[in-house]
């Protein structure tokens, strides 16, 4: 299992980092939104995590973006 996780803040990417690394799970840790898409268009994941208050794209136009393409069909949970 690979998950993506979108966190832009930096108290919650520190415990994210260190409760993945505990949980030994495949991650990839971004900043916001637009990266978000970036990365999914470089690797398939089988999981999302994104915080809904994310600068720039916000987590309700990244998961509309994520449900146009061709990786729609991806389980995204919103915190």
Do not use: C
Request: aromatic content about 6%.
């Amino acid at each position: 299992m690979s998950i993506l996780i979108a966190e832009d803040n930096t108290m919650n990417q520190q415990l994210i980092r260190h409760l993945m690394k505990h949980w030994q799970l495949d991650y990839t840790l971004v900043n916001n939104g637009a990266e978000a898409v970036a990365a999914l268009k470089e690797k398939e994941y089988s999981l999302v995590l994104m915080d809904i208050q994310l600068p720039g794209k916000d987590g309700f136009e990244l998961l509309r973006e994520i449900r146009r393409s061709p990786f729609g069909t991806l389980r995204v949970i919103a915190l």
